[in-house]
């Protein structure tokens, strides 16, 4: 693949998307010299279109003067086998798509016609990362607020089992200050 020649195919106008694409994928498979063979399946699958609609891009492309094709034969006297090698020549201005026969007829949108613009503040995210945005009624956690203490209920509840309440929230307090833990509900988090 020469990233050089795939800058340069992106930025050469064909007349034609498919043809266009065509160029791409042939530059993608190219080394450093433009030399490349892709058979023409390869090409109309990573196109998506026919194996004749490859040929007549390459063709045509061939025509505007930015690649050549070179047919070579099989092993065994002609037989097996055969592929073209195909040579990308990119640094040369293409012959105007008119010149080329059925060219522009099969161009959906005319080649300097303008896309739409959206309508002011939209905006496209091309991200594949997923957008958190703030639920405003869910309650965050936070760090322990300043002068929290044990409620009634805690009171009760270390009653009823018998244990220090105060020793035990001072542990609870120690444990959490030290490991900066957060809570939405820091009276439920020492029931525990």
Same mark, same amino acid.
């Given at each position: 693949?020469?990233?050089?020649?795939?800058?340069?195919?992106?930025?050469?106008? !064909?007349?034609?998307?498919? @043809?266009?694409?065509?160029?791409?994928?042939?530059?993608?498979?190219?080394?450093?010299?433009?030399?490349?063979?892709?058979?023409?399946?390869?090409?109309?699958?990573?196109?998506?279109?026919?194996? #004749?609609?490859?040929?007549?891009?390459?063709?045509?492309?061939?025509?505007?003067?930015?690649?050549?094709?070179?047919?070579?034969?099989?092993?065994?006297?002609?037989?097996?086998?055969?592929?073209?090698?195909?040579?990308?020549?990119?640094?040369?201005?293409?012959?105007? =798509?008119?010149?080329?026969?059925?060219?522009?007829?099969?161009?959906? !949108?005319?080649?300097? #016609?303008? =896309?739409?613009?959206?309508?002011?503040?939209? @905006?496209?995210?091309?991200?594949?990362?997923?957008?958190?945005?703030?639920?405003?009624?869910?309650?965050?956690?936070?760090?322990?607020?300043?002068?929290?203490?044990?409620?009634? #209920?805690?009171?009760?509840?270390?009653?009823?089992?018998?244990? #220090?309440?105060?020793?035990?929230?001072?542990?609870?307090?120690?444990?959490?200050?030290?490991?900066?833990?957060?809570?939405?509900?820091?009276? @439920?988090?020492?029931?525990?």
């Amino acid at each position: 693949m020469s990233m050089n020649l795939m800058a340069k195919a992106m930025s050469i106008k !064909v007349g034609n998307p498919l @043809r266009k694409l065509v160029l791409i994928k042939l530059a993608d498979n190219a080394n450093d010299n433009g030399e490349c063979w892709p058979s023409y399946q390869h090409i109309a699958d990573h196109c998506e279109c026919s194996k #004749s609609a490859v040929k007549d891009h390459i063709s045509a492309l061939i025509k505007l003067g930015l690649m050549s094709k070179e047919n070579r034969v099989g092993n065994n006297n002609g037989k097996g086998n055969t592929s073209n090698v195909y040579r990308l020549n990119l640094t040369k201005t293409p012959v105007p =798509p008119e010149s080329i026969d059925g060219s522009t007829e099969s161009t959906p !949108v005319p080649p300097e #016609s303008t =896309p739409p613009v959206p309508p002011a503040g939209t @905006r496209t995210s091309n991200s594949f990362e997923p957008v958190k945005e703030p639920l405003d009624g869910k309650k965050k956690s936070s760090s322990m607020p300043e002068g929290f203490s044990p409620a009634p #209920s805690h009171h009760k509840m270390a009653e009823e089992y018998g244990i #220090s309440l105060q020793e035990e929230f001072d542990k609870f307090i120690d444990h959490h200050l030290s490991k900066g833990s957060k809570f939405i509900d820091w009276n @439920r988090a020492l029931n525990t």
